[in-house]
């Protein structure tokens, strides 16, 4: 079946513009004479048709099989890569030795990934199936809970650093990486689904493809710096009483710094994007500075902290360039 085909565009009533579609595609997309269908225009400029009788699509399967030559962390990977490149039901098949190994992969997967619930299990087979009507939600009210988690979870180890809170609720932040998977993946999912065309833009709240590379770019710097404050947290726990207060201030500087950087990503304002822009960069010399001068002295607590801090205004510098590529596709489509 072709892919590609030419059609001469054919004009009835004098109003009325026809394009004949191949059988082959009518029949896969269940078309018959009188049937309705809906067209939807990109940005991009071409149309989309489908079936408006269709309804759901196909589920799709997969059968991932556990085996004891690999480790568990290598099978979670794989059932995640199934979930985001597509696949709505993962049959996991594993021997009855690695019974325990399965259910341990199996809780990990239901812990980090939104709406994958294990709906069958015997001795030999569990099976995920994705429950969640990824349309539910748009990609940027994802964003938003996204935004929403990792700026708690930096204003929680800040107050932990500043002494406004003890150390008892670094484990809190800890489990809220958790929560970051989640929206992290999810959205994952919906852009990967546009692009493979199973799911429109517009279902996605989104105003075409060409947003999906800075999106992402947006994702992936918030779950990176979410990264980095869970392990900020988890080297404070051990030592927190090795902070001097010239690190604590640098952990200040940056946690307002990217607190501002969070608040863009909802108002995208170019000007304050340029600021913040220009800001992570001062303090990612004077990071670089002070682990310079103490190269020998930076451990424990110290190493930790600069090392996150670090990450955390990479990742900051990442988030600002992708927003402001959106911004310029923004304004490049009202000129188009």
Known sequence: MPLLVKRRVQVTGGSTYIISIPKEWAKLLN?????????????????????????????????????????????????IAAYLAGYDVIRVRFSPLLSEAAERVVSQVRSKVLGLELLEESGEQMTLRNVVDLTSMTVESVIDDLVRVVGGMIKEVADVVSGLKGPEVLEGVTRRDDIVDKLYLYIFKQLNLALQGLMSPGQLGMKGLAEVIGLYTMVKSLERIADQVVSIAQGLSLSLGEMNPELRDLFKAVSESVGKVLGLVRSRNRGAILASYEELHLLAVKLSNYTKARSVACEGACYFVMDGLKRIVAQGIDLLEALMGLEFLKQLETQV
């Open 31 to 79: 078309i018959n004479r009188g049937s309705e269908v809906v067209l939807e225009l990109s940005k991009e400029g071409w149309i989309r048709i489908t079936s408006a009788t269709t309804g759901r699509r196909e589920q799709r399967a997969i059968e991932i099989e556990l085996n004891d030559g690999l480790s568990e962390a290598a099978f979670l990977m794989q059932i």
